[in-house]
């Protein structure tokens, strides 16, 4: 399919602030005897079932003494086989970054690839592994037993060590990695509460500089304090945040500010369970809501120009969408997420130079629930750009109160529109109520539009599993704390501003919060996958020359070496270091 160019100019004047990012995957948990479905083993004739697994009610149960006893039991026999293949004496770097090539074929990943979930009835079953080995390594971390090795810890501590030299810095992902190692080493020679600590590394690590030992240090008390935590603790567990905090800071290391955060979202969660928690969740989720709003503040602005992630996913989907309606003389775009709407400047340029078959209208709805007026400043921005082309424009504003009661009325579609959808980081807000999910499904599918551009967080924030549910977290966000070390100056009020009331604010929600107040679930596309099928959705495959317009947006980056690019399935990962970030996946019904 001939490649359709697009350019990147005019990017000074918009910006896009989707870097609020929350979070999904499978995990472990065994609720009053029964293994959570979702995470393990979908049953996918039952639509009911599906969504009762997205409810508050399924949140883990940590007063119930048997199922931490269970859960400690499976944790302690799987931890020692787990370390025996996932860490051989060979193997201590991590996953490195796979570059997109222009033409040919397009690379696989391996280290990528999701499992189907199958439907399963024996509640002890072990869970499949996560898909990167430092994400499993502190999933099946606990108290170890007594029969693990010590000796196998120490070859592998001395292992890592020997590869030190005439080495790169450690990325945010290795010191968790060794953090994490060193935890469950120490954790077998523990005594009492805080003993542990007095002196954890020795020689071990003496390869290291003294900034990464200590953040080595900080990660390992941070671990020590959420398996308290999730033990109910409390007294120790703010020992250890107390001990944490002396190190860790809002504007220190990219480890000391992912600390700070995280320790911070524990002390609220110990805060909450013994009662002592005082500011209401209503008053924490409408300061979400207006940071999520689409102004044109500087700080989003600079992470679009700064950082690769939402160009990359943009050039992609917009380059797919003008491949679906190239024929097209009126083009009805409808979007749920516009924000600013600098997604569809790329759009608007492309479709104007489309020299040989020019469109008669491009018609943009915007389907929302919040801040209508910055609607209104996003269509006055698009409509004189679109002018200012001499392309003939229409932006036409939804709104709706709530999303449930979303309808096909509420949108005018004219017989002679191909029309196209996108759902951008929108889903994952509806997973806490899946009546919405469920409504907007089958409004879109009544729509019958000609293609479906889905981008998602490409992450497990939906585990019941406190513990699993926090590996996946600190994981993921670690990577936005080292790309934001890598791509921004440490004193950059930008920076500030995004880690604080972005990152600080998603983190809290998802370590913090349980039940109704946990509004903060992604799920990983493999999971998405599934719930599409069940609406006749049909996966297509991400064109060559979205491919190509993917790579080389993120060629023009200064950090691209450290930006992958990888395809799962039919779609698109993009992650940063090994760890994967956003998802963007093609539909259309059958």
């Not at 002396?246 to 955060?261: E, H, K, N």
Request: hydrophobic share 35%.
């Amino acid at each position: 399919m001939a490649n359709v160019s697009i350019s990147n100019e005019n990017f000074s004047d918009f910006q896009d602030d989707q870097f609020h990012l929350n979070g999904h995957e499978e995990g472990e948990l065994v609720v009053n005897g029964i293994e959570d479905p979702w995470f393990e083993h979908i049953d996918y004739a039952d639509i009911d079932s599906f969504y009762s697994m997205f409810g508050p009610n399924n949140d883990e149960d940590t007063s119930d003494l048997q199922v931490r006893i269970n859960l400690l039991e499976d944790q302690q026999q799987s931890i020692s086989d787990w370390m025996q293949n996932h860490f051989p004496t060979n193997t201590v770097m991590p996953l490195q970054p796979v570059q997109i090539q222009p033409t040919g074929e397009i690379p696989g990943n391996d280290d990528l690839q999701t499992q189907v979930p199958e439907r399963g009835n024996n509640s002890n079953e072990k869970p499949n592994p996560f898909s990167l080995a430092s994400l499993e390594l502190l999933k099946n971390y606990g108290r170890l037993s007594k029969n693990l090795s010590e000796e196998n810890l120490s070859t592998n501590a001395l292992n890592f060590e020997a590869c030190l030299g005439n080495r790169h810095k450690l990325s945010m992902e290795e010191i968790l990695r060794v953090a994490a190692e060193r935890y469950i080493q120490y954790s077998t020679r523990k005594r009492d509460g805080l003993s542990r600590f007095i002196h954890p590394y020795g020689s071990a690590l003496s390869g290291l500089c003294m900034e990464e030992t200590r953040d080595v240090e900080l990660v390992h008390h941070l671990i020590a304090t959420v398996e308290e935590v999730n033990n109910q603790q409390f007294h120790l567990a703010s020992k250890l945040i107390s001990r944490c905090m002396w190190v860790a800071s809002d504007s220190g290391t990219p480890v000391q500010r992912l600390s700070f955060y995280f320790a911070k979202a524990l002390e609220e969660r110990i805060h909450r369970s013994t009662g002592r928690y005082t500011c209401t969740d209503e008053d924490r989720h409408l300061k979400y809501i207006k940071t999520k709003s689409l102004g044109t503040n500087a700080a989003s602005l600079t992470c679009h120009q700064l950082i690769p992630f939402n160009q990359v996913m943009q050039f992609a989907a917009v380059q797919t969408i003008v491949e679906n309606v190239k024929s097209a003389k009126k083009i009805h775009l409808i979007d749920f997420n516009v924000r600013s709407g600098i997604q569809w400047i790329v759009l608007i340029q492309a479709l104007a130079e489309k020299g040989d078959s020019p469109i008669e209208l491009l018609k943009i709805t915007a389907v929302g629930s919040t801040e209508k007026e910055n609607y209104e400043v996003t269509g006055n921005t698009l409509h004189s750009f679109a002018k200012s082309l001499g392309l003939p424009f229409s932006f036409v504003i939804v709104f709706v109160s709530d999303m449930k009661d979303f309808k096909k009325e509420s949108i005018n579609i004219e017989t002679d529109e191909t029309v196209a959808v996108y759902l951008n980081f929108i889903l994952r807000t509806m997973i806490p109520r899946p009546d919405c999910l469920d409504n907007l499904m089958k409004v879109v599918r009544s729509i019958r539009p000609t293609v479906i551009v889905v981008g998602e967080v490409e992450a497990n924030h939906n585990s019941p599993s406190f513990l699993n549910r926090f590996i996946e977290t600190l994981f993921f966000y670690s990577a936005f704390f080292d790309c934001f070390e890598d791509c921004m100056d440490r004193d950059s009020p930008c920076r500030t501003m995004i880690e604080e009331v972005y990152f600080g604010e998603g983190v809290r929600n998802i370590v913090a919060a349980e039940g109704e107040e946990r509004f903060t679930r992604n799920v990983k596309l493999e999971v998405w996958r599934a719930f599409f099928e069940r609406f006749g959705m049909m996966e297509e495959e991400l064109s060559e020359s979205s491919w190509y317009q993917a790579d080389l947006i993120l060629k023009q980056f200064a950090q691209s070496s450290s930006c992958d690019l990888h395809k799962d399935g039919k779609g698109l990962i993009i992650g940063w270091k090994g760890t994967p970030i956003h998802s963007l996946s093609i539909w259309k019904f059958l």
